[in-house]
């Protein structure tokens, strides 16, 4: 079978499923597990993005308001894949080509027999079953089903080993930021892992797309953790931005900020891409959170997590 | 082009030999003790890599169909057919 993927998060599905082998081309933005390199890329960005994010908002926000993509299909590379199937997503416009980006570029190239598996998940259980619809549609059924009850166990188990490590007491609040300016808080998925984490998140329901929020609204609370992860910065990345935590949140007023509370993680890796690496996401959040019982994740994930000082200087987690 | 060919012999190993299985993941204390060098410690060992030769194969496999417009990289086809990996 010749399998396109147009997004990471589905390229991780369609490796975890036994099916790296069957690519043919991928997003410019597919770069995990490794053996990707290579690939035909079969996206871009329509136009250079700048590089502060709040330029990049700025832009983005206009190209969506104007009606512009802000990717696009490469067809010459599409047609020249011959794909069986493609899989894309029809989340979040800012992530990837959409749907109607391929379904365009594939009546321009003539091409009605491929199979589009078009990923939406917007829970927890709905990106492990998009693991189970990426095998059932690659004809790995068993592999999917596999998988996806892989990563529900291994979640469970955080679930209750932070229930049990709790025993009654309060959970600690959990802000986790997804992009610092403006601020938009963690949605979708992140407040589920939150509470397995053992936390309780603040600002964000589950399932409901990234509230962006001020310094009213911050200032009005006082999370115990904050983890800092902006959608596709690595951690050097958002280290070039960190002058920006000062300004954009109650920097001095957050109890978090003097306990040593607030987190970075690497959010190109993790917690934005909801493919099977959401369990590593979890593990990470669990060892911000209840750092004295998930120890071992601090040591695993060392490269991904860091912890700021006040003075916005890095320290030892 | 001849440092891309290069750099398929630079990749580096998906996981460390330190980090803990994730289905045998041990405790703080489990880290701390020494453990001795059985074929039980070196098995879980084993199952916690990924070998870097199965990367390694994946990427060349990549270059050498999609990225040999040139023939640059006809060579590591052959080879890849002899290691009977293409």
């Known amino acids: 079978m010749r399998i396109i993927s147009l997004l990471p998060s589905a390229t991780e599905m369609v490796c975890a499923v036994g099916a790296q082998d069957e690519l043919v081309g991928v997003s410019h933005e597919c770069d995990f597990p490794a053996g990707i390199p290579g690939l035909p890329i079969?996206?871009?960005?329509?136009?250079?993005?700048?590089?502060?994010?709040?330029?990049i908002d700025v832009a983005v926000r206009e190209m969506l308001k104007d009606a512009i993509a802000v990717y696009e299909v490469l067809v010459d590379r599409l047609r020249d894949a011959k794909a069986d199937v493609i899989v894309t997503q029809d989340l979040c416009d800012v992530c990837a080509v959409s749907l109607d980006d391929v379904h365009k570029a594939l009546k321009e190239l003539g091409t009605g027999d491929v199979n589009i598996?078009?990923?939406k998940p917007?829970?927890?259980?709905?990106?492990?079953?998009?693991?189970?619809?990426v095998g059932v549609a690659l004809g790995r059924e068993a592999e999917g089903e596999a998988a996806a009850l892989d990563c529900e166990a291994r979640v469970r188990a955080i679930g209750q080993r932070s229930t049990t490590a709790l025993a009654g007491a309060?959970?600690?609040?959990?802000l986790t930021i997804e992009w610092i300016d403006p601020v938009m808080i963690g949605g979708t998925w992140m407040p589920e892992l939150a509470q397995l984490a053992g936390g309780e998140a603040l600002l964000a329901e589950p399932g409901v797309h990234s509230p962006t929020v001020g310094l009213d609204e911050l200032s009005a609370i006082d999370p115990d953790v904050v983890?800092?992860?902006?959608c596709g910065f690595k951690l050097e990345r958002t280290h070039e931005e960190l002058d920006l935590l000062q300004q954009r949140l109650p920097w001095d007023t957050w109890s978090a900020v003097s306990k040593g509370n607030i987190y970075l993680a690497d959010g190109n890796a993790f917690f934005n891409r909801p493919g099977p690496r959401l369990v590593e996401s979890l593990e990470i959040l669990a060892a911000c959170v209840l750092p004295d019982?998930?120890?071992?994740y601090r040591t695993k994930h060392k490269d991904s997590l860091q912890r700021i000082a006040p003075d916005l200087s890095i320290v030892g987690l | 082009m001849l440092n891309r060919a290069n750099a398929l012999y630079c990749l580096q190993p998906t996981r460390t030999l330190d980090m803990p299985s994730r289905d045998h993941a041990p405790s703080q204390d489990d880290m701390l003790q020494p453990s001795l060098s059985v074929t039980h410690n070196k098995s879980r060992a084993i199952r916690a890599l990924d070998p870097s030769s199965v990367t390694w194969v994946s990427t060349?496999?990549?270059y050498g169909r999609y990225e040999n417009e040139?023939?640059?990289y006809d060579d590591l086809v052959t080879h890849l057919k002899t290691i009977k990996t293409w």
């Open chain 1, 42 to 55: 079969l996206t871009r960005t329509r136009t250079t993005l700048p590089k502060a994010s709040g330029a």
């Open chain 1, 170 to 174: 309060k959970r600690p609040t959990v």
């Open chain 2, 70 to 72: 040139g023939g640059q």
């Open chain 1, 117 to 119: 598996v078009s990923l």
């Open chain 1, 122 to 133: 917007t829970l927890l259980q709905d990106v492990w079953d998009d693991l189970r619809r």
């Open chain 2, 60 to 62: 060349a496999k990549n």
């Open chain 1, 227 to 230: 983890l800092i992860k902006p």
């Open chain 1, 293 to 296: 019982e998930f120890a071992e």
